[in-house]
């Protein structure tokens, strides 16, 4: 194979480079919380989900249950290390639960 040109790149790095030219990353990822939320949670916490967003850092979750809401209160840092792991990144700082 012959030698790279110093001013070739591979398509991940194009792609990455574009992806912070634009700003895109946060989106990316946000889409990515939204999307695997019911997966990381389980089907029974998906059920009681209304909304699932992200905004600066924070995950907000719209649930049906105050009692689902206490509970998931106590396990925020395990929430945020899920989601994190799964995105590869320390994206997501903080989970609010609203009713």
């Known amino acids: 194979m012959p030698p790279r040109n110093p001013n ?6 194009a792609l990455k480079d574009y992806f912070n030219l634009f700003q895109l990353n946060n989106r990316l ?3 990515r ?3 695997h939320w019911a997966a990381l949670m389980g089907a029974n916490i998906a059920e009681q989900t209304q909304k699932v967003w ?3 850092g924070v995950l907000y979750v719209t649930l049906k249950s105050a009692t689902l809401k206490q509970e998931l209160s106590f396990a925020k840092s395990k929430i945020v290390q899920r989601i994190n792991e799964k995105l590869g990144e320390d994206h997501i700082k903080d989970v609010v639960f609203w009713l």
Request: proline fraction near 0%; aromatic fraction near 0%; avoid cysteine.
């Open 8 to 13: 070739e790149q591979t398509l991940k790095d």
């Open 54 to 56: 992200v905004k600066n």
């Open 33 to 35: 919380v939204q999307n």
């Open 29 to 31: 990822h946000n889409a």
